[in-house]
């Protein structure tokens, strides 16, 4: 038995959930990779002078503050970037493959940016490129995309990928609280960050779906072309009025593909159906639905975050590396599922069908509704019912009017139309009912 060696870069929760699954179940992972992986560098910056606990499992390990030691030591195989971001991670990365060092990475914003870049540049160099801890955490969703289903075609896809959204949706529904005060709970437990804003906005979902559209469909799309909204403007009124249309409000990440090879990508919150599956996925837990042509639906769900589930899927990339080095494999399955990606922008939102659901905060006097009716019928956009919960509150009065399927585009255009209306609290919320979800 040999060793593969291993460095380290990056402590943060992730980097310490690695080493304390590779110290807990060092013995049982040398037995299925049938070579011992080894931890011979942890690099971090202050990992010298006051390392965590985690690092302690390593007495042998180097440890260093500067990732270049890493990379150019002869005796690492593979280096795992956990460091986060998209300026000193990528140049880890391209660092490391230039060394001829294989790389496992968790890095979803730049694998979603740069992805197909660096995979190239790994083949060329003949060194190995994993990822799988890159998107939804303990559920190996990267790997299911790219070997398990990947005989079928994918015609949608959506998912609920980030576990702090789903922790206070979930929550501001359970106790009627609100977002302000589910979000300042959600730090204080550590499952949002200081500054929330890739989480509430939807940009981590948003690059975690870019980087499922690769292994769904084989499309190179830039996160920013995927049109995004996130969750500040979902109140906690919103779950009453979905629960009487017997309902509940998710951040979805959603892709679908027609028969023309059109595919449309949102990230969006939307009313989802209690008797849908994905209803039921709620707390810091992530969820993929998918459905292919010919294996009809299946489902994924675990924990999206977290340094043990996160970490569980950064050790099983090192393993799977460390096997193909042991066996010198000439043969590798490009962590994008095809051979080659199809740079090809998303279809416009604009032309998507969906009834809709609308939101609206008022100061109360007669006509109001009349005006929005106005407004919706010279969009072309018919009106299913308007539901009011019983408030005292005239100067500031919620109410929902639920919409007859219509396209984005004539959503949008009446919201931008009612945007001057005198009586509005605040911008209207428009939600989608996502389709075909029942059991």
């Keep these: 038995m040999s060793d593969i060696n291993v460095g380290i870069i990056g402590l943060g929760n992730v980097g310490r959930g690695t080493l304390e699954i590779l110290a807990d179940n060092g013995g049982e992972i040398d037995r299925k990779v049938g070579d011992r992986l080894r931890v011979s560098a942890i690099c971090s910056r202050s990992v010298a002078q006051s390392p965590p606990p985690e690092a302690e499992s390593f007495p042998d390990a180097k440890r260093t503050a500067d990732w270049r030691e890493v990379v150019a030591d002869p005796d690492v195989h593979v280096v795992a970037e956990l460091v986060g971001g998209t300026t000193v991670a990528s140049e880890i990365i391209e660092a490391a493959i230039a060394a001829g060092k294989s790389v496992v990475t968790a890095n979803k914003e730049l694998m979603a940016l740069s992805g197909a870049r660096i995979w190239q540049q790994a083949r060329e160099s003949g060194v190995r490129l994993a990822m799988e801890a890159a998107v939804a955490g303990g559920i190996p969703i990267l790997t299911v995309l790219r070997e398990g289903i990947a005989g079928d075609r994918i015609e949608s896809l ?188 998303p279809a416009p939102l604009a032309e998507e069908v969906r009834p809709y659901y609308l939101r609206f905060r008022v100061r109360d006097r007669p006509g109001i509704i009349a005006e929005l009716s106005s407004i919706l019928a010279a969009a072309k956009v018919s009106i299913d019912a308007v539901l009011q919960e019983p408030s005292d509150r005239h100067d500031d009065l919620p109410f929902v009017i639920t919409l007859e399927p219509a396209t984005r585009g004539a959503i949008d255009g009446a919201l931008e139309a009612m945007r001057s209306l005198d009586f509005l609290v605040d911008e209207p919320l428009a939600m989608p009912f996502e389709l075909g979800l029942e059991k």
């Design 158 to 345: 959506l998912g609920i990928l980030n576990g702090t959204c789903n922790f206070i949706l979930t929550e501001m529904e359970r106790r009627g609280d609100s977002l302000e005060k589910v979000l300042k709970e959600a730090q204080d437990l550590g499952y949002a960050e200081a500054d929330p804003t890739a989480d509430v906005d939807g940009l981590d979902a948003r690059s975690k779906l870019a980087l499922l559209a690769a292994l769904a469909f084989g499309v190179q799309v830039k996160p920013e072309d995927i049109p995004t909204q996130g969750i500040r403007a979902v109140r906690d009124v919103d779950f009453l009025y979905a629960a009487r249309l017997d309902h509940t409000v998710r951040l979805l990440a959603s892709a679908h593909e027609d028969e023309s090879g059109g595919l449309t990508l949102s990230v969006r919150p939307a009313l989802i159906p209690r008797s849908a599956i994905l209803a039921g996925v709620s707390g810091s837990y992530n969820a993929v639905w998918a459905r292919g042509r010919h294996g009809a639906d299946t489902f994924y769900y675990g924990r999206g975050a977290g340094p043990t589930p996160t970490g569980v899927a950064v050790v099983s990339d090192l393993m799977s590396v460390a096997r193909e080095l042991a066996g010198d494999s000439p043969l590798r399955v490009s962590p994008f599922a095809y051979a080659e990606l199809e740079a090809r922008p």
